[in-house]
């Protein structure tokens, strides 16, 4: 029996819980069967669809979402029997698809699963290292992550979050617009890329200017402007 629900959150209202349409969400066949199952009751406005997928466990038009369990986390990290962890792989892959935005959906208790694995395996998590693991994803790869304990509750959450990307609530990053691409590239705000797009006509015009002239843009310093000329001046590599 799925068990009901309940948090000590604000009341949901019906626009948070099923939002303003209709989503479509694909539901990976390698997840367990209930998820389908509760996604579908829970969420009767939404297109639940049971079908593999080829990355990720949940994925609708603008979002895709890797759900790990702490022990299939602390797995993909360290690897077993000594075959090395597959995260840094699928990180890899995740982090090609600009189309979408990527949500790691982590469940589960750090504490209770190191009872688990001490008790049944003999091994001791350090939970600075899943802790920095994802800090690390998160910042360089610009992968969201989102932890929630109850496996239940963290199906809810991911729903709600597909929603408001789909609804547009949240911004979309998008490979076709070029102050995205470019934010991304100079490691600057979006709204900080517009200021210097604004001055300099061209990236060549702004790669020949002097790192100070760039600190006229509130949030750009030294060091920000420097990182930006020596990207636009840098070679493959």
């Not at 969420?43 to 079908?51: A, E, L, Q, S, T």
């Not at 959906?105 to 395996?121: A, C, H, P, S, Y």
């Not at 693991?133 to 992968?143: F, G, N, P, Q, V």
């Not at 496996?151 to 729903?159: G, P, R």
């Amino acid at each position: 029996m799925i068990p009901l629900i309940t948090t000590n959150e604000q009341p949901w209202t019906l626009d948070d819980l099923y939002g303003g349409g209709s989503t479509d969400i694909i539901v990976d066949t390698r997840e367990p069967p209930e998820y389908y199952d509760f996604l579908k009751g829970f969420y009767p406005n939404h297109n639940f669809i049971w079908r593999k997928l080829d990355e990720g466990d949940f994925q609708s038009e603008r979002v895709l979402v890797e759900r790990k369990q702490i022990g299939d986390l602390y797995g993909s990290i360290f690897g077993s029997r000594g075959k090395p962890g597959r995260l840094p792989s699928q990180v890899e892959r995740l982090s090609l698809h600009d189309e979408r935005v990527v949500l790691i959906l982590v469940v589960g208790n750090i504490q209770e699963q190191q009872k688990v694995m001490e008790r049944e395996l003999g091994l001791q998590i350090n939970p600075d290292i899943i802790y920095g693991t994802l800090a690390s994803i998160a910042c360089r790869e610009r992968i969201h992550v989102m932890w929630i304990e109850d496996e239940w509750q963290a199906l809810i959450h991911m729903v709600k979050f597909m929603t408001k990307v789909e609804e547009g609530k949240l911004m979309v990053p998008s490979k076709r617009e070029p102050i995205t691409l470019w934010s991304r590239l100079l490691g600057v705000t979006p709204k900080q890329m517009e200021a210097l797009m604004m001055k300099y006509p061209s990236p060549m015009s702004m790669s020949k200017a002097n790192p100070k002239d760039l600190q006229y843009v509130p949030g750009i310093g030294k060091q920000k402007s420097q990182t930006i000329i020596d990207r636009l001046n840098a070679e493959w590599g």
